[in-house]
């Protein structure tokens, strides 16, 4: 399998889990330039930016350990852009899924509110 199969079962993977949760999905792969949020979904009048991380079973680093400070500030920017474009007044909150790939099993870590927005990159 390649990385962008790879990265698509876990998206998916992520998209079921947020639909069985009770999420409605708004957007996958949204792009506002050179950024690009993963999956955009709202619960409960709140919009949630979600980034998908997808590893197979023998990974190193945790994947929600590989969203730095940079990617979260791209995240945010995104975001932004994003709640501009549709004009939604809701609270954003940013949630990590983690898939971790074990043959042909996805394991799903759900981190809500995985980080914040800071002073630099605020609304």
Known sequence: ??????????????????QSNGFR?????????H?????????????????VKTRSANFLVSPQ??????????TVQAANAYAQQFSLELDVQFDIIS?????????VEYIPEAF???AKNVW
């Open 25 to 33: 999905i708004r957007h996958c792969n949204w792009r506002w330039g």
């Open 65 to 74: 350990a590989t969203v730095d400070r940079r990617k979260q500030q791209h």
């Open 116 to 118: 914040y927005p800071t």
């Open 35 to 51: 950024k690009e949020l993963d999956i955009v979904a709202e619960k409960n009048r709140t919009l949630h930016v979600v980034e």
């Open 1 to 18: 399998m390649n990385s962008v199969d790879f990265g698509a079962l876990g998206e998916a993977a992520a998209q079921d889990f947020l």
């Open 99 to 107: 898939v971790v790939v074990r043959g042909e099993k996805c394991e």
